[in-house]
């Protein structure tokens, strides 16, 4: 099972690390991340394996979110297979 | 694999043009719960419904965080009660009172299924159900009514269009405290379909299994920003837009109803392929058919973009999902619509216009307020006339209007919420009531017969 974490928003030292702590204390391991700062928008997608996830994943999106806020950034958390129904045959 | 461009287009679908789930519904058989004891009867149906519905609001909260999208609403359809109560042979209006208890037990927002389907006659229970509808619904908060009155294999049912009539206004009467709130719970069918998620017209069909979840999508915004992006586009690639904004919405839906179905034990019933608008800003259906080239929702092409929205949809929905039901097409409840509401208010969308309309779209007359001294006669005749629509074009209408009490054209009657606020529309005055008086049968069409 893998989700998508997405952070959108003002560029600033240590998003990556910021999200990518969050994601070991819920034994969240990162898989792939691609990252591009446009014009000072911060734009990361991670994807992330919950197989082995130590808290209920809906918990993990709520407290992604939360971080979200604290950070004035946009984070959403999706489990991936949204995307593989939406884009593809 | 994913890609950055594809992740990106679903979260913004889902943040900024209003995708979203619009209801799950789970459809509950109360066949097993009749007794001819009304308050053993009633005692079943709220053990039935709280048993076999006590996790679907969690289960529904729970899927909606995970795939990062809103499910609006969590619903429950039950066999029509004029089945359930016609052994009781009393007024069955405990049992709306059960379902209403029921419902707010496992915190679900609408339950339907207080209806009767008198298409063809009135059977034992029937005429009970449908005279007790008014107290029904004034009584209880989230219990919603149907009652279907005609179909292509039978032809309408005059006598019920009479009465519905009649009730349509009890309804509105008696809730006049609530802004008429009554009238709006209430649907008159043609044609009516038995796995409809959608309030307030769900039903679960005497035909289907024990319990089941259907699913209805939504996106009207989504599909409105796809088509603002080709502004030069001729109508055949509109449509192929439309195709493909669909696919991926009603993936969603399918999506969604396979996991809830698989967390709560029951089997997926169907997709309905629709565009539900709500008031909400980018959310509206009359402002898709404005982006196809009308200055204004109501205007002359109306009927045409908007048959061309509903074909579109369906196309690129049917192969996005194992299995399609409900009313799936585009609805147009004119207080649920800021584009309709605003075309209302102008003048531009007309009652006249609205029927045309619903020849070539999911369901019919849907939420339109009326002037409270409209005669129960005419409405009867508008019921008639929708129902006749339905019938001669194989398709499901409805009617759901909603007389203004003490109000008149000009006034506007304002809900909130999703069912948002209409302008009171005006009707003919000239009198149908020699012709709804004639009572008996409108026989089936010919094409009715194709054994």
């Known amino acids: 099972m893998r989700a998508v974490i997405t952070v959108i928003g003002h560029d600033a030292i240590g998003i990556l690390a910021k999200v990518s702590t969050r994601c070991s204390e819920y034994n969240a391991n990162v898989i792939e991340v691609t990252q591009s700062v446009l014009q000072d928008v911060f734009a990361m997608i991670m994807l992330v394996d919950i197989s082995n996830l130590s808290i209920p994943f809906a918990e993990l999106s709520d407290n992604m979110s939360a971080l979200g806020k604290d950070l004035s950034l946009s984070i959403h958390t999706m489990h991936e297979d949204i995307f593989n129904c939406m884009h593809h045959i | 694999m994913l890609n950055a461009y594809d992740i990106l287009e679903t979260i913004r679908m889902i943040q900024d043009e209003c995708l979203d789930i619009r209801t799950i519904t789970m459809g509950i058989s109360l066949l097993d719960c009749i007794d001819n004891n009304i308050d053993v009867a009633c005692e079943n149906v709220y053990n039935k419904i709280t048993s076999c519905a006590e996790n679907l609001v969690s289960v529904a909260n729970d899927i909606s965080k995970e795939f990062g999208i809103p499910i609006i609403n969590k619903r429950i359809s039950v066999t029509p009660i004029a089945i359930v109560s016609a052994a009781c042979k009393c007024s069955p209006v405990k049992f709306a009172h059960a379902m209403d208890r029921a419902a707010k037990a496992v915190g679900v927002d609408l339950i339907g299924g207080y209806s009767a389907l008198v298409q063809k006659g009135f059977s034992a229970g029937d005429i009970e159900l449908i005279n007790s509808i008014p107290e029904a619904l004034s009584t209880t908060e989230k219990v919603c009514s149907s009652v279907n009155i005609g179909s292509t294999k039978t032809g309408i049912n005059l006598d019920a269009c009479k009465i519905m009539g009649k009730i349509v206004k009890d309804c509105a009467e008696s809730t006049v405290d609530k802004a008429c709130f009554g009238a709006a719970k209430l649907v008159v069918f043609c044609n009516a379909v038995e796995d409809n998620p959608f309030m307030a017209g769900a039903f679960h069909g005497v035909g289907e299994p024990d319990v089941m979840i259907n699913v209805g999508v939504s996106g009207p915004g989504v599909v409105r920003a796809a088509l603002s992006k080709y502004p030069d586009a001729n109508i055949t690639e509109i449509s192929d837009i439309i195709k493909k904004t669909s696919y991926k919405i009603t993936r969603v839906g399918q999506l969604v109803g396979v996991t809830a179905s698989e967390r709560l034990g029951v089997p997926f019933g169907i997709v309905d392929l629709s565009l539900a608008p709500t008031p909400a800003v980018g959310d509206s259906v009359a402002h898709i058919l404005e982006e196809i080239g009308l200055e204004q929702c109501g205007t002359h092409g109306t009927t045409a973009t908007l048959a061309l929205l509903n074909d579109a949809v369906k196309k690129g929905g049917v192969m996005a999902c194992s299995r399609i039901g409900g009313l799936s097409g585009a609805f147009i409840p004119v207080s649920e619509d800021a584009g309709m509401i605003d075309a209302a ?54 009617v759901r209007i909603i007389p203004a009490i003490g109000m008149d054209v000009g006034d506007e009657l304002d809900w909130g919420g999703l069912f948002g606020c209409g302008p009171v529309m005006p009707l003919k005055k000239q009198s149908p009531s020699k012709f709804i008086n004639r009572g008996g049968q409108i026989p089936a069409p010919l094409h009715s017969l194709k054994n």
């Open chain 2, 345 to 398: 208010k102008s003048g531009c969308l007309t009652i006249e216009k609205l029927e045309a309309m619903t020849a070539v779209c999911s369901v019919g007359l849907d939420m339109i307020v009326v002037p409270g001294d409209t005669e129960p006669d005419i409405i009867a005749a508008i019921i008639a006339d929708e129902a006749a629509i339905g019938m001669v074009n194989t398709k499901t209408t409805a």
